[in-house]
């Protein structure tokens, strides 16, 4: 199969975009999880050209933290799925998408009715752990491999084992791990139990095994975080570049004044973009930068 050398859809204008909104894995990164120095390039002149760059990742604050560091950005980070934006010059909190404790109580009777094990993901310093799991082993594979791969920043809590209250610590990201089957199936349960106050995201990464269903608050998504910053600079809707691949990109994709698909991306995401850019493995994110957003 030959691989795609230009972008797919009908291209804007150059120079109307102050954000570049950008996704980390599947998007900046290749399939091995690494940043190709032309990606890097393209993001630095972009930075340049004034268009700021914000990543917007599913992944904690800290590993999203390492990218931002090796791409020398300041810029706030939107991390897990948009539930919390995370200043990475002092680590301030700018937002987050908290459970109320009628919504944590219920979210954690389905993770306890389905014998699921949570990973319950916490807004702490760097300096303690970054998300908090009932048991570790468990016996159960794919979670077993997602604790131990981020054991230095895991916290055993008995209590989610329990039928005490347990923490009081504010909730707004909480991830079962399993079979995409399995996660697939939880996923529907979750919506059918609390679906008015929740959205949900099943996905996969390289990284790990299993495939993880996420829960987030129904307002909370990498668009709802990323208009809590433009609002802030006084940037509108249609000064967005928003780039990803995966379900947790869709809404702001779909938003954005150019919501861009990578060309591996699902079906479902590449239906809501404008325009569709070349594959991960082959610099996409360069390819709209050269090709688009700085293009005379």
């Not at 604790?147 to 895991?154: F, T, Y």
Request: hydrophobic residues 45%; contains cysteine; charged residues 25%.
């Amino acid at each position: 199969m030959s691989r795609s050398t230009s972008l797919r859809g009908a291209a804007p204008a150059a120079g109307r975009y102050r954000i570049l909104a950008l996704d980390v894995d599947g998007t900046l990164l290749d399939a091995e999880g690494h940043l190709s120095p032309r990606t890097a390039d393209a993001v630095a002149r972009a930075a340049r050209a004034g268009i700021l760059p914000v990543l917007c990742t599913g992944r904690r604050y800290r590993r999203a933290r390492a990218i931002t560091e090796e791409l020398a950005l300041a810029a706030p980070i939107v991390c897990n799925s948009g539930a919390i934006v995370k200043d990475p010059s002092d680590h301030r909190t700018l937002w987050r998408a908290d459970f109320d404790a009628d919504l944590a109580g219920s979210i954690r009777s389905l993770f306890r009715e389905f014998d699921e094990p949570a990973v319950v993901f916490t807004d702490r310093s760097p300096a303690e752990p970054d998300f908090r799991v009932p048991a570790f082993p468990t016996g159960r594979a794919m979670f077993d491999d997602y604790v131990a791969k981020n054991r230095d920043h895991a916290e055993i809590d008995p209590a989610w084992a329990a039928d005490g209250p347990g923490t009081d610590e504010p909730w707004f990201h909480v991830c079962a791990v399993g079979s995409y089957d399995e996660m697939s199936a939880f996923e529907r349960s979750a919506l059918e139990r609390a679906g008015g106050r929740i959205q949900t995201f099943v996905l996969r990464t390289s990284r790990y095994r299993g495939t993880m269903c996420e829960i987030l608050r129904v307002d909370a998504s990498k668009w709802s975080a990323l208009r809590h910053l433009a609002d802030l600079w006084g940037i509108a809707p249609e000064e967005i570049c928003a780039v990803g691949d995966d379900a947790n990109d869709i809404p702001m994709i779909r938003h954005a004044g150019l919501g861009v698909a990578m060309g591996h991306a699902h079906e479902e995401v590449r239906a809501a973009a404008d325009l569709i850019t070349g594959r991960h493995d082959e610099d996409g994110v360069a390819m709209l930068v050269d090709q688009v957003l700085l293009a005379r």
